[in-house]
């Protein structure tokens, strides 16, 4: 069973920075894509950042330039590196792994961006 794991969300101002992270639990991932999605109250979940097994990576317009997604294949790992962080970043962020025709989420970590 897969299993995905964030952490790393928290209280920040305006300008700030937060790392996220994702771990899988199980076997190896390194051949599946992964991304990262928030959904804020009242508004439908939208992607923010997805990486491809090779490393590939693909951002939404809104943080092109401010969010970095990465991985960790040892560590089963994906992080979120997100920088001059606004208001309208103020979201539950998730993770997702898709795995043939199956998409696995994790539970989501809050990230608010307030002064």
């Known amino acids: 069973q897969v299993q995905l794991v964030e952490s790393g969300g928290g209280l920040v101002q305006p300008g700030g920075s937060l790392r996220l992270s994702c771990a899988r639990s199980?076997?190896?991932?390194?051949?599946?894509?992964i991304g990262w999605y928030r959904q804020a109250p009242g508004k439908q979940r939208e992607l923010v950042a997805v990486?491809?097994?090779?490393?590939?990576?693909n951002y939404a317009d809104s943080v092109k330039g401010r969010f970095t997604i990465s991985r960790d294949n040892a560590e089963n790992t994906v992080y979120l590196q997100m920088n001059s962080l606004r208001p309208e970043d103020t979201a539950i962020y998730y993770c997702?792994?898709?795995?043939?025709?199956?998409?696995?989420w994790g539970q989501g970590t809050q990230v608010t961006v307030s002064s």
């Open positions: 997702k792994i898709t795995i043939g025709i199956l998409d696995y």
């Open positions: 990486i491809t097994g090779g490393g590939r990576t």
């Open positions: 199980g076997s190896s991932f390194t051949i599946y894509p």
